[in-house]
């Protein structure tokens, strides 16, 4: 529905080239609003951009100098116009992040303006997997969707948005809080807490386990890893350390694959150097003989 009234509203407006629309949908009924329509390369075309391997800046630029959607060639196959919608067969979350604390006066709670300072982009063949990625990526210090021990109003952080949101969640699960109230609170799709239970549910299931334990249960620590769980993770609940578990991880073969981003979902043979590393898999897309150089990059945190 959403995405054939984007369609005709771009036609109507006889925009050529890259534009994104953004709505507000009613989850109650089929009642939606447009919010706002950009004409333009914003940071959500970036986002998209990104996510699906799809060049949109290459390809807006090819159609501003009059060349036909049917005649440019897809960078990625060589074989296949960019005339084709991307297929996915990864999940991407994009999560926002707040610095509030460093402001004085500001309110923590969420609405329509933009309070984010930066966000990040996560990668991973399920939603849990990259999700966990996502909030360890917004800081160092967070090691995945779990109880924090921040003071905090369960109900009304659940109520009204706010920076602490995701982790109030979390809380809430931890306390016993189940999906139908958090529901009844939040007004989140039943769908992502269904997820996030499952998240906390399999770490209270690890809780229980201490480190000889679980040397004998290979099959939950793959289960663990694919659910996106960090060996730092998965050593507090066995109290241990990192290098414990992941010592661990290579007796028993539990590796990380290597998979790239094709926009084609490897129905066509395709080479990119865009990859992401993930525990869902069964072989890697590609292999390294040669020995490679990693480049770490970091914002201003």
Known sequence: MLRTTAVNVIRHLGVVGECNIQYALNPFSREYCIIEVNARLSRSSALASKATGYPLAFIAAKLGLGI???????SVTKSTCACFEPSLDYVVVKMPRWDLKKF??????????MKSVGEVMSIGRTF???IQKAIRAIDFHNLGFGATKALMSLDDELQTPSDQRLFAIANAMHAGYSVEKI????????????KLMGLNNFAKEMGGFNMAQITQRPDLLLQAKRLGFSDQQLADFWSTNEIGVRRMREEGGIMPFVKQIDTVAAEFPAHTNYLYLTYNASESDVSFDDHGIMVLGSGVY
């Open 104 to 113: 004085t006066r500001v309110s923590t709670q969420l609405g329509s303006s």
């Open 128 to 130: 849990e997997e990259a």
């Open 68 to 74: 036909p959607l049917k005649d440019i060639a897809n």
């Open 183 to 194: 529901w009844e609170l939040t007004k989140i799709d039943k769908w992502f807490l269904n």
